[in-house]
């Protein structure tokens, strides 16, 4: 069957769509390679501040993530998410859900106490970062569907794949780190470090691309909120970068 005049438009504007996002993907990485170098070289007590803001975007994203599902259309791609979140979440095991997994490896470093309770956790997120994750939570609750997946769905999944590499790369080799390397606990950077799954991506752009040819997809609305959840995680690591990483040197 051919494809109408309005899908191969919406198809072309996905393709552009496509090539912004793998820009910016490359722009995040080496805007933030310099800066993670200095990692290596901070005090332990500020490379656990930074390392503990992180915890609350790995909370963030699954909340967010459930919400998307809940709004998004029957679809392939909400068939992913689904996928996605159950991963997130441990596969059916609250041990090895990935917040949980980042803790343990948080306590491993003496960033948090094994018996913090979470509303003490809460109260060590900095001001900016609660900022963020509300704005991040009210848009994918209140803006289009549309929106939503490219904000959380999306944007912030590639954005913050790039930021957690560079991360990891300069945390093995801090002095303490290196030095009480087979005391911590890894596991959650197993699974996310270095790690990039293309067939997950080729799955997403394929479930993308449906509801985009069925006119279910708003592409400036989900380059919008892709737009958003790029600068969203900019803004987070010039946060740290200002609060803990640069004051440490």
């Given at each position: 069957?051919?494809?109408?005049?309005?899908?191969?438009?919406?198809?072309?504007?996905?393709?552009?769509?496509?090539?912004?996002?793998?820009?910016?993907?490359?722009?995040?990485?080496?805007?933030?390679?310099s800066?993670?170098?200095?990692?290596?070289?901070?005090?332990?007590?500020?490379?656990?501040?930074?390392?503990?803001?992180?915890?609350?975007?790995?909370?963030?994203?699954?909340?967010?993530?459930?919400?998307?599902?809940?709004?998004?259309?029957?679809?392939?791609?909400?068939?992913?998410?689904?996928?996605?979140?159950?991963?997130?979440?441990?596969?059916?095991?609250?041990?090895?859900?990935?917040?949980?997994?980042?803790?343990?490896?948080?306590?491993?470093?003496?960033?948090?106490?094994?018996?913090?309770?979470?509303?003490?956790?809460?109260?060590?997120?900095?001001?900016?970062?609660?900022?963020?994750?509300?704005?991040?939570?009210?848009?994918?609750?209140?803006?289009?569907?549309?929106?939503?997946?490219g904000?959380?769905?999306?944007?912030?999944?590639?954005?913050?794949?790039?930021?957690?590499?560079?991360?990891?790369?300069h945390?093995?080799?801090?002095?303490?780190?290196?030095?009480?390397?087979?005391?911590?606990?890894?596991?959650?950077?197993?699974?996310?470090?270095?790690?990039?799954?293309?067939?997950?991506?080729?799955?997403?752009?394929?479930?993308?691309?449906?509801?985009?040819?069925?006119?279910r997809l708003?592409?400036?609305?989900?380059?919008?909120?892709?737009?958003?959840?790029?600068?969203?995680?900019?803004?987070?690591?010039?946060?740290?970068?200002?609060?803990?990483?640069?004051?440490?040197?």
């Amino acid at each position: 069957m051919a494809m109408s005049v309005e899908g191969t438009a919406a198809l072309a504007r996905l393709e552009e769509f496509w090539n912004i996002a793998g820009r910016a993907r490359l722009q995040a990485q080496f805007a933030v390679a310099s800066e993670m170098q200095l990692v290596e070289r901070m005090p332990i007590e500020s490379l656990r501040e930074v390392l503990l803001q992180y915890r609350y975007f790995t909370l963030a994203f699954t909340t967010d993530i459930a919400a998307v599902i809940g709004r998004c259309m029957p679809s392939r791609l909400r068939s992913l998410l689904g996928e996605l979140l159950h991963d997130e979440l441990g596969q059916g095991d609250p041990e090895q859900a990935h917040p949980r997994l980042y803790d343990k490896f948080l306590i491993s470093i003496g960033a948090i106490a094994a018996t913090a309770s979470e509303s003490a956790l809460h109260e060590q997120m900095h001001p900016v970062v609660r900022d963020l994750l509300a704005d991040l939570s009210r848009r994918t609750r209140d803006a289009s569907i549309s929106y939503a997946i490219g904000l959380r769905g999306m944007g912030g999944e590639c954005v913050c794949g790039v930021y957690f590499d560079e991360l990891y790369k300069h945390v093995v080799h801090h002095a303490y780190v290196a030095e009480h390397r087979a005391t911590i606990d890894w596991t959650f950077w197993d699974i996310h470090a270095g790690h990039h799954d293309v067939e997950h991506d080729t799955k997403t752009r394929a479930a993308v691309g449906d509801l985009a040819r069925a006119g279910r997809l708003d592409i400036e609305q989900l380059a919008a909120g892709f737009e958003h959840g790029v600068q969203s995680w900019n803004r987070f690591w010039r946060t740290l970068y200002e609060t803990h990483v640069a004051p440490a040197h």
